[in-house]
């Protein structure tokens, strides 16, 4: 009885948190201008640190605590009103109105960079990380300008974003295959010496990250934040290391 009261009580608080108008918040269907760039500045600041040869042993332990202070927040902002109404203030801007009352799209970012900075080879995670910063909000953008010209699937998406994502992570993946990190690892793939051209490598890279942003929302409604990074580090480290064709 008490179980069901309390329960009770929290569906009461959060229908009121639902009808509550967050300003800063944009609009549902709108542009979300400061949350893309953002995403895109991410990108840019990953492929900086991997040219500069940063080590991803050194890179994951601190997004592992940044988790962890983001979830310290999240849990904060779900118990005390107060408290989400400063976040939705602050960090609004960057916000999807679905993310006032559920976990912020910024967990499962850090998770899935956590994931494949730890699981696969440093340049298989940062290209990951890359197709997720700017493949995924170029398809959002190209599907809002086309999408309702082209065929539709999985919920919303669009044959538009899906061209923007492959044609975007087909051009990233040439410019990051000819540019040389600092470091001197060894590559998971290198142009020279690999039986796959370079040519053939950007167009499997761009048909992975358009897969890997289409198919997200039908992966048990996990967040595209998390399943693009890993599903594209999955499909490219199969054949370049898996498969031994990227050598």
């Known amino acids: 009885m008490v179980k069901s009261k309390k329960n009770q009580q929290q569906q009461q608080k959060q229908q009121l948190n639902q009808n509550k108008v967050y300003p800063h918040v944009p609009m549902k269907g709108g542009w979300e201008i400061p949350r893309k760039l953002f995403h895109y500045s991410i990108g840019f600041a990953v492929l900086y640190l991997y040219?500069?040869?940063?080590?991803?042993?050194?890179?994951y332990p601190i997004l592992t605590v940044f988790l962890c202070i983001v979830l310290t927040g999240e849990f904060l902002r779900f118990n005390f009103d107060w408290f989400n109404d400063l976040y939705c203030y602050i960090l609004g801007p960057l916000m999807r109105p679905s993310e006032v009352n559920k976990l912020n799209g910024v967990v499962y970012y850090l998770l899935g960079c956590i994931i494949v900075l730890y699981a696969f080879p440093r340049d298989l995670a940062a290209l990951s990380i890359i197709y997720l910063s700017w493949t995924d909000p170029t398809?959002?953008?190209c599907g809002k300008l086309w999408g309702k010209y082209t065929w539709k699937y999985n919920g919303g998406k669009s044959l538009a974003g899906s061209l923007g994502a492959a044609i975007t992570g087909g051009l990233v993946t040439w410019i990051y295959y000819q540019l040389n990190p600092s470091s001197s690892e060894i590559l998971s793939y290198r142009a020279l010496t690999s039986p796959v051209p370079l040519w053939l490598m950007s167009i499997y890279g761009g048909l992975v990250a358009a897969f890997s942003e289409g198919v997200s929302d039908c992966l048990y409604k996990l967040d595209?934040?998390?399943?693009?990074p890993v599903i594209s580090a999955?499909?490219?480290w199969i054949p370049l290391v898996g498969l031994r064709l990227g050598y």
């Open 51 to 59: 040219l500069n040869g940063t080590d991803t042993r050194d890179v």
């Open 139 to 141: 398809a959002s953008i």
């Open 224 to 228: 595209d934040n998390l399943t693009i």
């Open 234 to 236: 999955i499909l490219l």
